[in-house]
């Protein structure tokens, strides 16, 4: 499930499986999958991402 997280001054919505945030939904999603189908994160996608969980 992608979880949606309120930072100070924006929102970013984060995959649910390796937790990296990303600034729109779809491409939270699309991580998720990615996740989900290879155990793995992509390059492509988490390049885009906005948050890392620390
Ligand atoms: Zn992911």
């Known amino acids: 499930m992608v979880r949606v997280k ?26 998720e999958e990615w996740c989900k189908k290879t155990g793995t994160c992509s390059i492509e996608i988490t390049k885009k991402a906005i948050y890392f969980p620390s």
């Open 6 to 31: 309120k930072l100070s001054d924006k929102i970013v919505y984060l995959c649910g499986i390796c937790g990296l945030g990303y600034s729109d939904q779809e491409t939270a999603k699309k991580c």
